[in-house]
């Protein structure tokens, strides 16, 4: 749960950013218009009386939220909210930086993190951070005879199954919970589709920063970055999501720090579900 404290203190602080900031500073935002595009995966709540693949989609805030199958990055029930640890992974389909490039865009997300972290707290997520996999995927057909033992379990793999993603991203396999296959719908027996991911450790957010032109960033100039969020835990909060960072914005030219810090922490809250 976000503390609400928090939050207050997030909101007089962006208050402060922007009245602070010369008006030719703002960026559009594009939120809304990108997250529509998105189905969201949301970690299944796991029953102690049903088998863990459970397909039943359940909806967050439109028809393009999406249940998974598998596994619930269970928070820390009994501990009260911490700093949310926001890990940032930068991936393959990334334009290659200059080291100045690179150099800027990290000085102003380990910045923008910084603020994120001192102001947003979350329950805990309990060992390794592993996303979901999306049963709609992955999955032909489940067992739907209630008398079965494999109730609710996938029964039948979508050959045409391939990977996750997130907007232009493709979610690392070390990232995935894995996800099994029950030929029969009484046999104990399984096929391993998916191996178990590693996760990541000391983990409640796990960013995407996704570097490249894209058709969004041509046609709005004054867009520096967009985001949203493809992953929630079983209780809503965003636990994945990419940031792209417009890459003409990063030439020295181009380039406002503190804008560019101003719009990461924008769209962190944004995939924190705050804003």
């Not at 700093?83 to 910045?111: F, M, N, Q």
């Not at 996750?164 to 046999?187: A, K, M, W």
């Not at 835990?233 to 804008?259: F, K, M």
Request: glycine letters at 4%; one cysteine or more.
């Amino acid at each position: 749960m976000t503390s609400l404290p928090a939050l207050r203190l997030w909101v007089g602080t962006l208050v402060v950013m922007l009245v602070a900031e010369p008006p030719g500073a703002l960026q559009k935002c594009i939120f809304d218009e990108v997250q529509a595009q998105v189905r969201v995966v949301r970690a299944a709540r796991i029953n102690p009386h049903s088998p863990p693949d459970e397909p039943t989609p359940a909806p967050l805030t439109g028809p393009r939220h999406q249940r998974s199958s598998l596994g619930e990055m269970t928070p820390s029930a009994p501990a009260s909210p911490q700093p949310i640890r926001i890990h940032t992974w930068i991936p393959r389909e990334s334009d290659h930086l200059s080291d100045a490039e690179k150099g800027r865009l990290e000085a102003a997300v380990e910045e923008a993190v910084r603020v994120v972290s001192s102001l947003l707290s979350v329950n805990r997520v309990v060992g390794p951070l592993l996303l979901s996999r999306d049963v709609n995927k992955y999955c032909k057909f489940v067992w739907s005879n209630s008398r079965t033992s494999n109730y609710n379990r996938c029964g039948r793999a979508n050959n045409n199954y391939r990977n996750e993603t997130c907007l232009d991203v493709t979610i690392p396999d070390q990232h995935l919970s894995g996800c099994d296959i029950y030929p029969e719908p009484d046999s104990p027996l399984r096929t391993v589709l998916r191996p178990e991911g590693a996760g990541l450790p000391d983990t409640d957010f796990l960013l995407y920063l996704h570097t490249q032109s894209t058709d969004k960033c041509r046609a709005e100039p004054s867009v520096l970055a967009y985001a949203a969020h493809c992953q929630t835990d079983t209780q809503g909060r965003p636990v994945a999501g990419v940031v792209v960072i417009c890459r003409d914005r990063l030439s020295e030219a181009a380039y406002n720090h503190q804008a560019t810090v101003q719009t990461v922490i924008h769209e962190l809250f944004h995939r924190s579900g705050l804003l």
